[in-house]
């Protein structure tokens, strides 16, 4: 379908298309494999100017917008999701910056991050808090110049090996949510230490980690905002993100129905290819329709963001829902579209299969943005 994008996006497109098929696809198997980071990819990226696609002009960036992300994303996440997740990740650390930083805070952070000299974190889960966010017990005390941060962050995308993270901490705790607030911490403050890095079904060239908080001192010029926004700069910074996992759901759809294509036009039986029978032929039908349904929604939800509109949590949870269902089920048919070679992990797509289960779980599960849908639906009558 045509989005009508605008030369400097078909640029974009295009550029992230090249890393994902030049850099990233010959080690996709390997990263896979062994779970490492991919700096080497990283560093392509910043250099190619990939990561300052996230950020505004006035900050050293050539973007800032969500659709532009959406369009990184999606070409990066087609190859590998994981990898992608190094760049997508560092978005959603980064909004809370963007969205309620100062402009000095901007000034200091965001240069860096469109250099691509530091990728981002986002700290909110906690071993008793996941869909209840509200539930932190991550503390944060004022001592003069200081908060000291107490607690522990669990599954943290980007963790270890980001330099800011945006972590969500009580500095009231008798208010619960309402007392949150958010701060940015650097890598390597004292009290700031890692804890296990997590043994993943899929998305393994990401790197998800265990944050602990011991006495650690973060500088009260690092509060976002004022004390107690916290809870709503997360919740802003989701409704920004969300379409971001949509195009990560959207990428890696598409890369698995273009290998089922591939392979249906070359795979023989009962002497003609298996994509001139009917059966298989459905299956493509409906995921093209599918992957294209799911592409329009996070496209035109990420231009209703860019347009400066005030109120997009439904729009923003229905893309990340939608999109998310739509590559299960589209690497679900692709390996059948396969038979067995499809299950065997010569191809990508039981790989692919594996990392779009994670988009119907994080960044709130699919369960919770039913629940976004309905509340918001629910006011609007
Ligand atoms: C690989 C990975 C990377 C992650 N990255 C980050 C990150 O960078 N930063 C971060 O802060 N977090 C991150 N997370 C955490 C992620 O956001 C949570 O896992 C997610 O929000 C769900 O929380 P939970 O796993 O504790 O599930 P639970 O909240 O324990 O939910 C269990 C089940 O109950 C259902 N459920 C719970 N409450 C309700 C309800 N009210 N109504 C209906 N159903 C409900 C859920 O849908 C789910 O099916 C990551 C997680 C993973 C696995």
């Keep these: 379908m045509e989005y009508f994008l605008t030369d400097e996006q ?32 990283v560093e392509v990226m910043a250099k190619t100017d990939l990561f300052a696609v996230l950020v505004p002009e006035e900050y050293d960036g050539i973007s800032g917008k969500v659709i532009d992300l959406a369009i990184v994303t999606e070409e990066l996440s087609r190859v590998d999701a994981g990898i992608a997740l190094s760049f997508g990740g560092t978005g959603l650390g980064m909004y809370p910056i963007l969205i309620s930083g100062s402009d000095e805070q901007k000034k200091r952070w965001l240069p860096e991050v469109a250099a691509g000299e530091a990728l981002c974190a986002f700290a909110l889960t906690e071993p008793n808090a996941g869909s209840d966010a ?185 893309c990340k829902m939608f999109a998310s269902d739509t590559a299960m089920k589209v690497t679900v048919d692709a390996i059948q579209v396969m038979g067995g070679s499809g299950y065997m992990k010569e191809y990508p797509v039981e790989k692919m299969m594996r990392d779009a289960k994670i988009t119907q779980i994080y960044e709130g599960t699919n369960q919770i943005m039913r629940s976004v849908i309905a509340s918001n639906l629910l006011k609007e009558f």
């Design 134 to 318: 509200g539930a932190i017990e991550t503390t944060a005390v004022r001592d003069g110049d200081h908060y000291v941060l107490n607690g522990t962050k669990q599954w943290i995308t980007n963790g270890g090996e980001a330099k800011y993270t945006s972590v969500l901490a009580l500095t009231d705790k008798a208010k619960g949510a309402r007392g949150a607030s958010m701060f940015v911490v650097e890598k390597g403050t004292p009290g700031f230490n890692y804890g296990k890095k997590e043994n993943k079904m899929g998305i393994r060239a990401s790197a998800t980690r265990e944050l602990i908080f011991e006495d650690c001192r973060v500088p009260a010029a690092n509060l976002l905002g004022r004390e107690g926004q916290g809870f709503m700069i997360a919740m802003r910074t989701f409704d920004k993100s969300r379409p971001m996992v949509g195009a990560q759901a959207v990428g890696i759809a598409q890369g698995a129905y273009e290998e089922a294509v591939k392979f249906a036009k070359v795979r023989h039986q009962f002497g003609k290819p298996v994509s001139s029978f009917q059966a298989v032929q459905f299956m493509l039908a409906d995921m093209a329709t599918q992957i294209e349904a799911a592409r329009a929604l996070v496209m035109a939800t990420s231009r209703m963001i860019d347009s400066g509109a005030k109120d997009y949590a439904k729009e923003a949870a229905m």
């Design 10 to 41: 078909r640029e974009i497109r295009d550029i992230a298309r090249k890393v994902a098929e030049e850099k990233i696809k010959p080690l996709r198997a390997q990263y896979v494999e062994e779970g490492i980071f991919p700096w080497d990819v």
